[in-house]
């Protein structure tokens, strides 16, 4: 049964005001026409959940989306600081941080996606974490006496994932740099397949091993190109790098931030239309050359 819909429904249908979402990909696979969909559904008090909470995340707290911030590290890498995310904390006081490690945050997931209710792990030793945390605890081992850290599990209402191809039984293939997509989907309650291409469940079986999320876990299948864009996707486009810098003058500025906003992506009625302001030129200069790698004979 085809699971495909707009990004326009399927944010409507799923996300819901007060709900925890994670928007997953780390560098790479990020989903910010998810993002821009969620700001243009004006969707509040969302419980947004990233290991490495960027641009896509700095934008959603620009436009009142946020509530509550569960990460692990927020800038512009490379760049800078979130500067929506820093006026939300310091100045507004508006923001609820639960901050963990990268490792911490991804053993919520891991614990969410196999019904344990929390998990142990060597970590946040000779850090202040515990200091302001108190989901942070610990546990004796019961084989060695030895203490362990512990995190809680974390089971979102919602995660978001980009993958390069999906059937339209949200079978999801991706290749590259891998971020949390597969372990933040099964905690996940419900899971939306954000796809660049849409193929035959044919090709999908073709390439087995390649499936990172399977379908039946999966409620929603969208169909968006670019839908990454100013981050990248393997294969298809280059991370646009002018942007991101960019936007440290952007953020920076609360009102030239606002007027960002304006433009990009309530003054577009969806990614289509952000890509025609983006420019076939732009497009062709990030647009990935061929390199492909050796095919697998699954025979026997």
Not at 108 to 122: E, N
Not at 193 to 198: D, G, Q
Not at 256 to 283: F, I, M, S, T
């Amino acid at each position: 049964m085809s699971k495909v819909v707009s990004m326009r429904e399927a944010i409507a249908e799923l996300v819901h005001d007060g709900d925890s979402v994670c928007l997953d990909g780390f560098t790479h696979l990020i989903c910010f026409a998810a993002g821009h969909e969620l700001i243009r559904q004006k969707k509040r008090r969302l419980t947004a959940i990233r290991l490495t909470p960027d641009l896509v995340f700095d934008q959603l707290i620009a436009a009142g989306c946020v509530e509550r911030l569960v990460f692990s590290w927020g800038g512009n890498p490379g760049v800078g600081s979130l500067h929506a995310f820093r006026r939300a904390v310091e100045r507004d006081r508006s923001l609820t941080l639960e901050e963990y490690s990268h490792f911490g945050l991804l053993a919520r997931f891991l614990a969410g996606s196999s019904g344990l209710p929390f998990w142990p792990l060597k970590n946040f030793g000779g850090t202040s974490l515990p200091e302001v945390n108190p989901a942070l605890r610990s546990v004796v081992c019961p084989y060695t006496g030895e203490a362990l850290a512990t995190v809680p599990a974390i089971n979102p209402d919602v995660a978001i994932v980009h993958c390069q191809r999906a059937d339209e039984e949200g079978n999801a293939q991706a290749w590259g740099l891998y971020g949390a997509q597969k372990e933040v989907a099964f905690a996940s309650k419900r899971v939306v397949v954000v796809t660049e291409e849409l193929v035959s469940t044919d090709v999908i079986r073709a390439d087995p091993n390649r499936t990172l999320v399977p379908g039946f876990i999966v409620s929603r299948v969208v169909h968006e190109p670019w839908g990454c864009h100013p981050s990248y996707v393997q294969g298809h486009y280059d991370r646009d790098n002018d942007f991101y810098v960019a936007w440290e003058d952007v953020s920076r500025d609360e009102a030239r931030l606002a007027r960002w906003l304006d433009e990009w992506v309530y003054g577009v009625p969806d990614r289509a239309g952000y890509l025609q302001k983006l420019g076939a030129a732009r497009q062709a200069q990030l647009t990935a050359k061929p390199r492909r790698s050796a095919g697998v004979d699954y025979g026997f």
